[in-house]
C-alpha cells in the first residue's frame, strides 16, 4: 500500500477519476466552457473549470471510475489501439472492456436522452480530476477489520436534501451512492485482515466476487477494479481447511506464506522505528535493539538439514549452531576456520537452506517471538530504566517473557539440538553482545588503529601471493624488487594461529583469491569481506596480548564517569575511551559506563 501511495504521486503511475458538474442557472447564459488554466475555449464549452459559486451540484463518479469508460466501448478500444500501436502494451480487460458504475451509466443515460444523444453535450458535464492512493484517507487502499456485514452498502442519494439542486432529469431517477471498503478501495488494494476470524458468512461473497469481479447488492451490481488480499494465522488457515466451506475457497486463493522475520537486521527496524516514537528522554544502549532482535530471530530459526546440498556441505550445515545461522542469512558470514571452498558454498546457499518441514505447516518461521511479543519486551525494558535503556534491561524482560512457558505455544516447542530453547538463547546472544563490547572497547582504547588489521593483512596476500609463485614484489619504500619478506609472513601466521606447514596454508590463501576472481571476473578484491574470518582472528591475537592494558583503561573511564579521582597519566586515555564511545559508537555516558561495567563484570575482570 504505502508502494501504491508512492506510485500514485509519480508520472507514470497517475491515476485519475471524474466528477459529474451542473451549473447554476445564473451561470447558463455567461461564459462557460473556457480553459482558464489554458484562457482558450473548449468546443461549445466544458462546465469543468467553473468557479465554484457557479456550479449548484457537484456529483463524484461511483468508486473512483476510470473517465476512459465514459467512451462507447468500439471507440474506446479504436482509441487506445491507435495510442498504444506498436508499444507492446497489453491493455487489460478492464478497460478494454469495463463500463461506468450504477449511478454513473443512470445519469449519462439521463444526460444523453435529454440532450438528443448528443455526446458532446453530454461530456460537458464531465470533470476529470487526479487522485492519489491514501490509505488513511481510505482512497485506493482500505484495511477490511474482522466484521459481521458486507462491506458496501448502498444509499440512496435522491433522498438526501442536500442534493436538491441536482437538475430536474436526474430528480426523477433513482440515485444511490455505494458506501463502504469496496467501494473505497477501487481502483487500488483491498486488505482484509484476519479475515479467518469473522464469521464465514461475512465472506462467502468474496467467492463470486473474486471470480468475477462483481458484487450483487440489494439495488445494482458493482464493479470491482481492485486487488483483493487478506491474511489469516495459521492455525485459524488449520481449522477452515478441515471445514466444508473449504473447498469452495481453495480453487479461488492463492496462499502465501509470510513467515516472521529471519534477518536480525531488518528486525531491528522494527524496534528502532518504536523507541523513535517514543522520544524517550533517557539515553538508550546502541545494542539494546540489537540483542532484542538477534534473540527473537534465533527463537524462529530451525535446525537446518543439508538435504540435497552438496556433500561436502553436509558437516557444515549439521555443525551450524543458531547464531551462526542467522549470522549467515542476515550477513553472509561464515564460521570462522572454514575452508574458503566451503564458506563460499555455505554463503551461495544462505538464504535457501532446506530444512526437514520445508513442506509442512511446521515451517520455519511460522514459531517464534513475534515483532509484537517483542514490542511488548522492548517496552518493559523501557519502563524498568529510569536514566538509561540498557541491553542488560532488555535481557532482564527477555527473561520474564520466558518465565511461565505455559503463556506461548513456541515456548513449548520439543528443542532440536542447540534449536528452540529460548532460555539457552539468552545466554548465547549475552556472550555475542560481551564480544561486541570487547572489541569495541579495544578499537576505543586507541591502543591499536583497526585500519592497521587490514594494512597488514593485504600486505600479507601479496607476500604470499609472490611467495607462492616464486616472485618478486616491488618494495614500497625503495622501489626495488624484492623477494617476499619470510618473517613478516611467519609474524603474521602466528597472529592467525597457522598449525601447519607454510605451504599449504598460504595456498589456501591464494584460493580464496582465485575463486572470488572465477566468481566476479570484474570486481576488485575486498581483503575485508574475503577474510573477515582472518581479520577476527587477527584481532583476537593482538587483543590478548593487550587486554589488560585495555582494562585497566575501562576501568579509568568508570572512575572517570563517577567523578573519582585519577591522575592526569590514567584520566587522559579514559577520557579518550569515552570519546571514541560515543563519537563512533553511539554511546552515552551513561550507557558507555554501563555497557563496560557489564563487559568487565561478566568477563571476570572485576572493577578496581
Not at 491507435?82 to 451509466?105: E, K, M, N, Q, Y
Amino acid at each position: 500500500m504505502r508502494a501504491l501511495e508512492a506510485y500514485s504521486r509519480t508520472d507514470e503511475g497517475a491515476l485519475y477519476r471524474f466528477n459529474w458538474v451542473f451549473p447554476s442557472s445564473q451561470s447558463e447564459g455567461g461564459k462557460i466552457g473556457f480553459d482558464r488554466r489554458a484562457d482558450a475555449p473548449l468546443g461549445a464549452g466544458s462546465y469543468a473549470f467553473l468557479d465554484d459559486r457557479l456550479i449548484d451540484c457537484k456529483l463524484p463518479s461511483e468508486h473512483n471510475d476510470n473517465p476512459l469508460f465514459l467512451l462507447p466501448r468500439d471507440a474506446r478500444a479504436a482509441l487506445l489501439d491507435a495510442s498504444l500501436g506498436g508499444t507492446g502494451f497489453v491493455l487489460s480487460d478492464t478497460i478494454r472492456r469495463g463500463d461506468l458504475g450504477h449511478r454513473s451509466r443512470a445519469v449519462f443515460d439521463a444526460l444523453l436522452a435529454a440532450y438528443r444523444g448528443d455526446f458532446a453535450e453530454v461530456v460537458r458535464h464531465v470533470q476529470v480530476e487526479r487522485f492519489h492512493i491514501s490509505k488513511r484517507y481510505r482512497c485506493g487502499a482500505v484495511t477490511v477489520e474482522p466484521q459481521l456485514r458486507v462491506d458496501a452498502q448502498p444509499r440512496q442519494l435522491t433522498a438526501d436534501r442536500s442534493l436538491a439542486a441536482l437538475p430536474r432529469i436526474l430528480q426523477t431517477q433513482s440515485l444511490f451512492e455505494i458506501s463502504g471498503p469496496l467501494a473505497e478501495g477501487n481502483r487500488g488494494i483491498i486488505e482484509y485482515n484476519d479475515v479467518l476470524k469473522r464469521g464465514m458468512e461475512a465472506n462467502k461473497y468474496l467467492l463470486a466476487t473474486s471470480e468475477k469481479g462483481t458484487v450483487a447488492l440489494e439495488t445494482s451490481e458493482m464493479h470491482i477494479d481492485a486487488l483483493l488480499i487478506a491474511t489469516a494465522n495459521e492455525a485459524y488457515l488449520d481449522a477452515f481447511k478441515q471445514t466444508a466451506d473449504w473447498p469452495s475457497y481453495k480453487g479461488r486463493l492463492t496462499l502465501i506464506r509470510m513467515p516472521y522475520l529471519l534477518d536480525y537486521r531488518a528486525e531491528q527496524e522494527i524496534y528502532d522505528q518504536q523507541l523513535a516514537a517514543l522520544a524517550l528522554d533517557r539515553p538508550v544502549s546502541p545494542h539494546a535493539t540489537w540483542v532484542a532482535a538477534l534473540w527473537s530471530v534465533l527463537t524462529r530459526l530451525r535446525r537446518p538439514v543439508a538435504g540435497d546440498l552438496p556433500r561436502d556441505l553436509h558437516a557444515v550445515v549439521d555443525a551450524l549452531g543458531p547464531i551462526d545461522k542467522a549470522e549467515l542469512i542476515a550477513d553472509g558470514i561464515t564460521p570462522a576456520g572454514l575452508a574458503p571452498d566451503l564458506a563460499q558454498a555455505l554463503r551461495a546457499h544462505a538464504r535457501t537452506l532446506p530444512h526437514a518441514s520445508a513442506a509442512v505447516t511446521d515451517y520455519e518461521g511460522r514459531f517464534g517471538a513475534s515483532p509484537r511479543e517483542m514490542k511488548a519486551v522492548v517496552l518493559d525494558a523501557v519502563h524498568a530504566g529510569t536514566e538509561l535503556v540498557s541491553a542488560d534491561h532488555v535481557f532482564d524482560a527477555i527473561r520474564r517473557l520466558v518465565a511461565d512457558p505455559s503463556l506461548h505455544d513456541w515456548l513449548q516447542l520439543e528443542p532440536e539440538g542447540q534449536y528452540r530453547r529460548p532460555e539457552a538463547l539468552i545466554e548465547a546472544v549475552r556472550e555475542r553482545y560481551l564480544d561486541r563490547l570487547e572489541r569495541e572497547t579495544e578499537e576505543a582504547s586507541g591502543l591499536v588503529d583497526p585500519a592497521e588489521y587490514l594494512r597488514l593483512l593485504e600486505r600479507y596476500v601479496a607476500h604470499a601471493t609472490h611467495w607462492l609463485r616464486g616472485e618478486k614484489l616491488r618494495d614500497e619504500h625503495t622501489g626495488k624488487d624484492v623477494p617476499a619478506d619470510a618473517a613478516f609472513l611467519e609474524r603474521i601466521e602466528n597472529m592467525l594461529g597457522r598449525d601447519e606447514d607454510a605451504q599449504p596454508f598460504r595456498s589456501r590463501i591464494l584460493a580464496r583469491v582465485a575463486a572470488f576472481r572465477i566468481d566476479n571476473p570484474t570486481a576488485p578484491v575486498s581483503i575485508e569481506t574475503l577474510f573477515s574470518d582472518l581479520l577476527a582472528r587477527m584481532r583476537a591475537h593482538d587483543y590478548a596480548e593487550r587486554r589488560r592494558a585495555v582494562d585497566r583503561i575501562a576501568r579509568d573511564m568508570v572512575h572517570l564517569i563517577d567523578g573519582d579521582d585519577l591522575s592526569s597519566e590514567d584520566a587522559e586515555p579514559a577520557a579518550a575511551m569515552l570519546s571514541a564511545l560515543t563519537e563512533r559508537f553511539g554511546y552515552h555516558r551513561a550507557t558507555a559506563r554501563d555497557a563496560v561495567s557489564a563487559l568487565l563484570r561478566d568477563r571476570r575482570r572485576a572493577i578496581e
